[in-house]
């Protein structure tokens, strides 16, 4: 069994190949969004948020033979655990890295933190793109600037209200949005400065950035934390080749 971390598109991309070579797959996701989204591929799906334990018991339970690591760029946790569990179980795993561009004219910082204390020296509202997770790092700034975009699940809505959040401030939606409803929003609510991810194409990066240049609002870009992963591809059909 091709064990498939999941959460991702790509991670659904990769498995749909898979099981269009026959192979048998089984993906792991931590939400009820993301079960969703994968049920229809015709593989196994398991929703649990996998420790190392689970992760061991996962293996022995579905005899996972390969562990395809397909899990967002930012859950680096996830794949630490992935790596050090697949070692002990003298498992192979592959990481599948999403390639993204080079914005020129964005800020990349290091981390929310650093968005937050550069943000403080600035005026004009802010529309946050970073998650729901890790919204209310952005609460030490004056609340009234910011407008928070997250997916459209109770459990999102949720940290955002619980974070501080006034109902007007939280924007839900699913999928990736055209230049043109960005901007529209952009300019609908005087966005001066957008705070994302170094997600990727399939975050809907470029949309954003391309939206920001036209209604003239600041990127702040949080970088793409680095792992050394033993196997890397950023290609599907290479990668399934492989298996």
Request: charged letters at 25%; a negative charge.
């Amino acid at each position: 069994m091709i064990w498939i971390i999941g959460g991702t598109s790509n991670a659904n991309d990769i498995a749909q190949l898979l099981v269009e070579k026959n192979q048998r797959v089984v993906i792991s996701v931590t939400t009820g969004y993301g079960r969703e989204l994968v049920e229809k591929l015709g593989c196994d799906v398991i929703q649990d948020v996998l420790d190392a334990e689970k992760m061991q018991l996962f293996i022995e339970k579905h005899e996972v033979s390969l562990i395809i690591d397909a899990s967002h760029p930012f859950a680096t946790e996830v794949s630490k655990t992935a790596m050090e569990i697949a070692s002990q179980c003298q498992l192979k795993y592959i990481r599948f890295e999403r390639p993204t561009p080079v914005f020129e004219k964005a800020r990349y910082v290091e981390s929310y933190e650093a968005a937050v204390d550069y943000l403080k020296n600035t005026q004009g509202n802010v529309l946050i793109t970073t998650g729901s997770k890790f919204c209310g790092k952005y609460c030490t700034l004056n609340m009234e600037r910011l407008f928070v975009r997250v997916l459209s699940t109770p459990e999102s809505v949720g940290q955002c209200t619980k974070a501080g959040y006034k109902p007007y401030q939280i924007v839900t939606m699913t999928g990736v949005l055209s230049v043109q409803e960005n901007l529209k929003f952009m300019r609908e609510n005087d966005i001066r400065f957008l705070v994302t991810k170094d997600s990727g194409s399939e975050g809907g990066l470029p949309e954003k950035i391309a939206a920001a240049e036209a209604g003239g609002a600041e990127v702040l870009i949080i970088s793409r934390p680095r792992l050394q992963y033993p196997v890397v591809f950023s290609d599907y059909n290479e990668l399934a080749e492989l298996v």
